[in-house]
């Protein structure tokens, strides 16, 4: 073996028809040099590894890029290294390993930065609210883009739980528990939804305390004095809400269900409205039959040719301005209440007919809601003698008086007594609207009848 030199290295090549050519240097055992067929040459090191007895060789590097010296100096430090009973090679691929392990979190890393809350909720409303109730889909979009909006353009594994109670907070604070309360089912579902997907790790609006005061359980309802002043100032409004809210009312059927409302929907003779399940908010197919009061206003809607819904300016979509509805209404309401006041004060007003209650209308003030129809119906209806499962089936509950096993086998709808229940509830607002007191004759399904007043 010779002294390793430059001029040595130079004149070294592979010899015969061999492929390669490797020796060793006799100044440092365990340097060596290997020439191919190809020109190049490189130098290694080699020793034996002391648990198995296999010889190991490393490269070093190529002669020219470095120098026989620099060769000797690392492979001393390679055995060195051996010496003291540490494995280069394994050494050097945990040191790949961990290399690779940070390129990937890095990688990880730029790509959270790249998905932020915005697109978080983007891709949430793409790919799951598309499938969720129109309303419910855009209220809960928009209510966390406002709710969040200075962390939109944050890494959305970046909302921490601090963030998401102090925003919260900040709301309920501001007197809008309930909207904090929605806000914060509406992120954790979106988070939740994320988390499943393993786009994210952590939900960090999961396990936050219930907001007080943030699901209040909603009890009112409309004396007959609000419903006639509901159904007069209605009458005011015109196209499309003076017809709509009167037929809310009647039916006792949700807002969108009604305002969303087809022809196609209707029978021939409009006695009956089928509202498919794909609409309805428990996707069960549900069928309300159409009192005389119900049916009129609907053949005293326009209906252009070509256009299935049965509420609509434009054709295409159903009304969606429920909050000025509502204003415009009150306002009637106002303007009812003001004239009544002013003809009692004179009192030349010449009553309609002796009513039940108080002749003073109702306050506008009081806060009642459209959702409120619903509970007004039902109660009214228990009180004239209509089961409860007769109002669980017309409102389309999926859960009521009949659950559990019972549920199971009891899968009657009372068409009948439904029937005869709007009926009776449509004879009922039509004479809170006339400000009738007498009483309204109540048949029920035993044949015997009861008065109402």
């Known amino acids: 073996m010779p002294k390793l030199t430059d001029r040595f290295i130079a004149t070294f090549k592979p010899e015969g028809a061999a492929k ?29 590894d002391a648990a198995t007895g296999r010889k190991v060789r490393e490269p070093l590097g190529a002669w020219g890029s470095i120098t026989v010296e620099q060769a000797r100096a690392a492979a001393r430090a390679r055995l060195g290294r051996v010496a003291q009973g540490i ?47 129109a309303r419910y889909s855009a209220e809960a979009e928009r209510a966390l883009r406002v709710a969040f909006k200075a962390h939109l353009d944050r890494p959305a594994a970046a909302l921490t739980h601090a963030a998401v109670i102090a925003v919260l907070d900040a709301l309920a604070g501001a007197g809008k528990a309930s909207m904090a309360s929605r806000t914060m089912a509406y992120g954790r ?45 209605a009458g005011t409004l015109g196209l499309p809400f003076g017809p709509l809210v009167k037929l809310l009312m009647l039916t006792a059927q949700r807002r969108e269900e009604v305002a969303a409302m087809r022809w196609s929907e209707l029978s021939a003779d409009l006695g009956t409205w089928t509202l498919p399940p794909a609409r309805a908010k428990n996707g069960k197919a549900h069928i309300v039959h159409l009192a005389e009061p119900a049916r009129a206003i609907l053949t005293s809607v326009p209906r252009f040719a070509g256009r299935d819904l049965v509420f609509s300016t434009t054709g295409s979509t159903a009304p969606t301005g429920f909050s000025k509805a509502k204003l415009a209404l009150d306002a009637a309401m106002a303007k009812d209440t003001a004239e009544e006041a002013v003809s009692l004060a004179q009192n030349t007003k010449t009553p309609r007919k002796a009513k039940t209650q108080s002749p003073t209308k109702a306050d506008p003030s009081l806060g009642w809601r459209f959702h409120d ?38 899968r009657g709808e009372f068409l009948g007594e439904r029937k005869a229940a709007l009926n009776a509830w449509a004879e009922h607002v039509l004479r809170c609207g006339d400000g009738l007191t007498q009483a309204v004759n109540v048949v029920s399904l035993d044949g015997s009848v009861a008065q109402m007043s």
């Open 373 to 410: 129809f619903r509970r007004t119906a039902v109660t009214w209806l228990a009180g004239a003698g209509f089961p409860p499962h007769v109002a669980d089936r017309l409102l389309n509950h999926v859960t009521g008086t009949i659950h559990g096993v019972a549920a199971i086998y009891q």
């Open 189 to 233: 579902a979106c988070y939740g939804w994320a988390v499943k997907r393993r786009r994210l790790s952590l939900n960090p609006f999961a396990g936050l305390p219930v907001i007080q005061g943030g699901n209040p359980t909603r009890d009112r309802v409309l004396t007959d004095t609000e419903i006639g002043a509901v159904w007069r100032a």
């Open 87 to 133: 494995n280069p090679a394994a050494e050097r691929a945990a040191a790949r390993a961990a290399d690779e392990a940070r390129r990937a979190a890095q990688a990880v890393a730029k790509e959270e930065a790249r998905f932020t809350l915005d697109a978080l909720i983007a891709d949430w409303a793409r790919l799951h609210l598309a499938g969720k109730r």
């Open 20 to 48: 390669d050519r490797l020796t060793f240097d006799t100044e440092c055992k365990g340097l060596g040099v290997r020439a191919t067929v190809a020109g190049s040459k490189g130098f290694i090191v080699q020793w034996n």
